[in-house]
């Protein structure tokens, strides 16, 4: 017998037939399906204070890719180039894939816009997850006595690096300035400032607070305490705001509706509580004779008035008799497709309150017209109930506030940076409207101007003056007030740039007065083509939407800017921080920033 016995050569491992590429593929489509959803479909994100959820979000989840791209790799025996170089496979295909993504979203009509500072949270995420893989291989090859090889010693460094460099410039400091906006607007919107309304002293509230960040910033007052006084007449809702309709009989069918989230008192409201029989305005007033003479003999004290939105805008059009019997009815509920709480200066002699048209219930339309699909008629009353708890105020005191940062070299001639800080306060104990959006966003980016021109590197040529409006909800009335009482003069104001609603920008901004100012608006374009600000501009024409309207009609030259996209929340319960992406909120400060410099709020010698 021989000595020793040959033993048989070992077989090569057969190729691996797992599916381990499904991993990453269902997760890279994952991805792709939630980055080109339009922005209108998007859930609401968290707010964070130091950083951004949306960059947070890009790192996990590149992260969570990057290491089912590893694993699958690695465990592969298809492509043995591939399982030796993991992490530098997986390190490029992500950073490609996250490049994809940006260059779609900047290219596809959905409402996002790329960014390459979500690029480099891809990057990180995907770095993380390579270092940690090859940290893990490295430890695991030590155990079993084998040389390590250098890659993935060397893709850790490399994921050191990356994770442990800072952000440029840019992209570090629009994080800074998102993390104070927010702050800002949290504290401009929160339960104890009241809705910065009339309730309650809110906008006094607010007031105070502002006053303090002008204090804190250095900035000079143009009045005495920053305050220039002005009083107003209001109409406010301290108390309840609530209404219900109930069908006749002991089994009726009955629906309330809450305020804030169903109904809310309408702008004129008067006081009271009503009761009476429920009414829907027949269109055919508007053509009719016949009806309208019905009307006329109708007894409306003890009617309650419904109608539709479309149809209350139709009113004026009435005889004045016919209106002055409808008006005499013992409370009105009108059906809107929004609930858009606004502010006014009368008082109506009947509680008025204005319903969400979805919360308006079937059986309403049943009891009125019948039920279509059984033939079964109509017939049954309906009664209602509503009470508004209404406080018309007269002579409110108010105010505006007025700092500025003095010019080094023209300091009589003046820029100025205007935003309203006022909101529309509470409807009842529990009911407020936070106004995020509308216009704690807009205060948020003046003051973080202010904080810039206030650095002595920064002192400009012109004078900049900030200026904080109260009354714009009641009717621009700060703004009015500070036109007819200029603290500066007017003709040497040589340009207002009006900042509202700038709490979004997922598809750019607008700029009120574009189309009217040829030259100027071309000069922001051109800054926001240079720089790539925001994702684009629209000119729009003469509007009297916020408080660059009096300015304007006094012939100084005036933009106002909104962005664009995101949050749909205007004038409600809903405009609160959360709902805020600030997607274009540190672009709108470069692209401000610039123009001002470009119209004389940078020395010459900095130009």
Not at 94 to 106: C, D, H, K, N
Not at 351 to 358: D, F, M, S, T
Not at 434 to 442: K, V
Request: glycine share 8%.
């Amino acid at each position: 017998m021989p000595d020793f016995v040959q033993s048989k050569p070992t077989p090569p491992l057969p190729r691996s037939r797992r599916p381990y590429a499904a991993l990453p593929l269902l997760w890279a489509a994952v991805v792709l399906v939630l980055t080109l959803t339009p922005s209108d479909e998007m859930p609401r994100t968290p707010v964070w204070e130091l950083l951004s959820f949306d960059t947070a979000a890009h790192a996990g989840v590149f992260l969570v890719l990057a290491g089912l791209s590893w694993f699958s790799l690695h465990r592969q025996n298809r492509w043995p180039v591939l399982a030796r170089h993991t992490g530098w496979a997986v390190l490029a295909g992500s950073i490609l894939f996250g490049a994809i993504i940006e260059v779609l979203q900047m290219t596809m009509k959905l409402g996002r816009h790329g960014d390459w500072s979500d690029l480099l949270s891809d990057g990180i995420g995907a770095a993380l997850a390579v270092g940690v893989a090859a940290a893990w291989t490295a430890r695991q090859a030590s155990r079993r006595v084998r040389p390590l090889a250098s890659g993935p010693w060397l893709v850790l460094a490399a994921a050191a690096t990356l994770s442990a460099a800072p952000l440029p410039g840019r992209a570090q400091n629009a994080l800074l300035i998102r993390a104070r906006a927010r702050r800002t607007i949290k504290a401009l919107a929160a339960p104890s400032m009241y809705g910065r309304g009339y309730v309650k002293q809110g906008e006094h509230l607010a007031a105070a607070y502002l006053r303090e960040q002008l204090a804190q910033l250095k900035l000079a007052p143009l009045a005495p305490n920053y305050t220039q006084l002005f009083t107003l007449d209001v109409n406010t809702f301290p108390g309840r705001v609530s209404a219900s309709i109930k069908a006749d009989g002991p089994a009726g069918k009955m629906t309330s509706w809450k305020a804030g989230t169903a109904c809310i008192a309408a702008p004129n409201s008067g006081t009271g509580t009503a009761k009476g029989r429920l009414l829907l305005l027949d269109t055919l007033v508007f053509t009719k004779a016949s009806v309208q003479a019905r009307y006329l003999r109708t007894q409306w004290a003890g009617r309650i008035l419904l109608l539709r939105a479309a149809d209350a805008n139709r009113l004026p059009t009435l005889p004045a008799a016919l209106r002055q019997r409808l008006n005499s009815a013992a409370a009105w509920i009108t059906v809107v497709p929004k609930l858009t709480a606004s502010l006014a200066a009368e008082q109506m002699p009947q509680p008025r309150v204005e319903v969400l048209a979805e919360k308006v219930p079937m059986w309403l339309d049943k009891a009125i017209f019948g039920d279509t699909a059984t033939g079964a008629p109509q017939g049954r009353t309906v009664w209602s109930t509503v009470r508004v708890e209404a406080q018309l105020q007269h002579n409110y005191p108010t105010q505006n506030l007025a700092a500025v940062v003095r010019g080094s070299i023209r300091p009589d001639s003046f820029l100025i940076v205007s935003a309203h800080y006022d909101h529309l306060g509470m409807m009842g104990k529990d009911v407020y409207f936070p106004g995020a959006n509308d216009n704690a966003s807009g205060v948020a980016l003046l003051l973080e101007l202010a904080a810039h021109y206030a650095k002595p590197e920064n002192r400009p040529a012109y004078s900049v003056v900030f200026l904080l409006f109260g009354g714009e909800e009641a009717g621009l009335l700060g703004s009015s007030y500070f036109v007819a009482h200029p603290l500066v003069p007017l003709k040497s104001i040589k340009f207002l740039f009006n900042l509202d609603l700038l709490g979004t920008g997922e598809q750019g901004a607008t700029v009120v007065n574009g189309k009217l100012l040829e030259a100027p608006y071309r000069r922001l374009v051109a800054i926001n083509e240079a720089h790539h600000y925001l994702p684009a501009l629209g000119a729009r024409g003469r509007a009297a939407n916020s408080d660059h309207f009096p300015f304007s009609e006094a012939k100084v030259p005036a933009f106002f800017m909104y962005t664009r996209g995101g949050s749909a929340a205007y004038h409600d319960v809903n405009d609160q921080p959360k709902a805020l992406s600030l997607a274009g909120f540190a672009g709108a400060f470069g692209l401000v920033r610039d123009f001002l410099n470009e119209e004389g709020a940078v020395p010459a010698a900095k130009k």
